[in-house]
């Protein structure tokens, strides 16, 4: 058989080889004429699945390694029989990760406290979740808005997306991109939205870009309506509007979710239901080297610190949000290079905290986030 491959997928080459032909490009340089004879397609979210692109081949399978899958024509495969599948939830934790370190971040910067705030979660599926996760685990008030979720479970859970608008400290956005429907979420966020909120609440968007306006949020953020925002997702990736850019207070290149460990996570889930799709010998794979990062203990002394103050070392240990922010704003032309070529960063669990003093809550707090804790 033969596989067409994105070759930014980590941890995939000589997996698949002595099963098949297997050839490695970049996610935008794969065409129709590629895919001819292909049986099968591994991508990222830069190759459009459209009709475009795979009618006339004779593709019948489609992986994704992410969680997203707005880049994939469901229905045209579907009509056609091609067997499509992504990777749910396999970099909710890498997603988390950058939450705890943009939201410390904004703490330590602006000096305030994040217990006691109140962050709205647009979208509360996998990723939005663990952000649910963190947000208690630091004591906040959590208000949720998933309108799927709550038509199964009820409203008992959820708020109206109005509520999360008025009535929280930070708005922060999980959902899918979807352009139609019931749940579109194409520019949920638009001016009337940002005109709703109340002075000084902040926003992240580690989603989509094209669920908020870019026009929308530049005034907001000019008129000082807004205290401030934190962006990993841009419209017309990866030619973002700079002058966006230029107004927010962390601006990255859409890693959120980029960790070494969801990569493996996303990589192992396509090869596994690949494999199963055409019976190939290979059954539960796993990366067998991930790499471990270079410094996984971490020593604090918690003497005279916050609990606040403690966590924040450690997440910062693990994950340094500030050198991605650096990185785009020095080239913002090398977005797609910057991803591509993306640092080893392990999430929470692969480290483990020597605390010297703290609270017995803080460690509770530290071993909620996936820390070990000695």
Known sequence: MKIIADDKIPFLKDV??????????????????????????????????T????????????GTATIGFDHIDTQFCEKNEIFWTNAPGCNSSSVQQYMAAALLKIAAEFRFSLKGKTIGIVGVGNVGSKVEKLALALGMNVLLNDPPRERKEGEKKFVSLGSVIYKSDIVTLHVPLNVVGEDCTWHLFDEKSFKKMRKGTWFINASRGEVTETSALKKALGSGKLAGAVLDVWENEPDIDIDLMAKTFLATPHIAGYSTDGKANGTSIIVNSLCSQFNLPLKNWYPPKVPKPDAPVISISGIGKT??????????????IDQDNINLRFSPSDFEKQRGDYMIRREFTAYTVKLNGGTKH?????????????
């Open 16 to 49: 698949l080889e002595p099963y098949a032909e297997v050839i490695y490009l970049p996610g935008r340089q794969i065409t129709n004429k590629i895919l001819r004879d292909a049986d099968a397609l591994l991508i990222r979210t830069r190759t459009k699945c």
């Open 362 to 374: 803080v460690r509770k707090i530290l071993e909620q986030l996936g820390f070990k804790v000695i």
């Open 307 to 320: 609990d606040e103050e403690i966590i924040s070392e450690a997440v910062f240990h693990t994950y340094n």
């Open 51 to 62: 009709e475009s692109l795979l009618k006339g081949t004779k593709v019948k399978y489609i």
